[in-house]
């Protein structure tokens, strides 16, 4: 996320946006429930319109 959307953004958006394909958890929250990083980062993508390119 950082190399995508800049240090302070991701952290930001990673603590702060919370995701309905995360089942309305933010990013922060999913990973410690034990989401793998990718799931949550294909997430990211599909709800960000991430290019193919940047997954």
Do not use: I, N
């Amino acid at each position: 996320m950082r190399a995508h959307f800049g240090e302070a953004y991701a952290d930001s958006f990673a603590r702060d946006h919370v995701m309905s394909q995360l089942g309305g958890r933010t990013v922060m929250e999913a990973l410690d429930a034990g989401w793998d990083a990718k799931d949550v980062w294909r997430a990211v993508c599909a709800a960000m319109d991430v290019p193919a390119s940047k997954r």
